[in-house]
């Protein structure tokens, strides 16, 4: 197991940036592979982006691609989502998500781990 904890969320305008901070206890985290996903009430979670063990390997979704960024740093345990020129649609609560795998996934099902997620507001 490995423990998750979202930070860096808040109000913002549209078109401005953000960015979300995920730290991970327990496990090794550079044997994971980790997703952000989000979800707005009413509606089931929705993938984001995810990024492989050695952050050689990325993928988004077609809603954010070109918008948004996932890195992570091994050596500080952490994963982090740069969010810029966000817009109204973004807002929802973001969760990191983590599991022991050498791919990159985008379902939710996936993942085994989970945060328990950061409110992002865009207001217009």
């Known amino acids: 197991q490995v423990q998750l904890v979202e930070s860096g969320g808040g109000l913002v305008q549209a078109g401005n940036s953000l960015r979300l901070s995920c730290a991970a206890s327990?496990?090794?985290?550079?044997?994971?592979?980790m997703g952000w996903f989000r979800q707005v009430p009413g509606k089931e979670r929705e993938f984001v982006a995810a990024i492989n063990w050695s952050g050689s390997l990325k993928d988004y979704a077609d809603s954010v691609k070109g918008r948004f960024t996932i890195s992570r740093d091994n050596a500080k345990n952490t994963v982090s989502l740069q969010m810029n020129t966000l817009q109204p649609e973004d807002t929802a609560v973001y969760y990191c998500a983590a599991r022991l795998s050498m791919i990159v996934h985008r379902t939710a099902y996936e993942y085994g781990n989970w945060g328990h997620g950061t409110q992002v507001t865009v207001s217009s």
């Open positions: 327990g496990r090794t985290f550079s044997s994971y592979a």
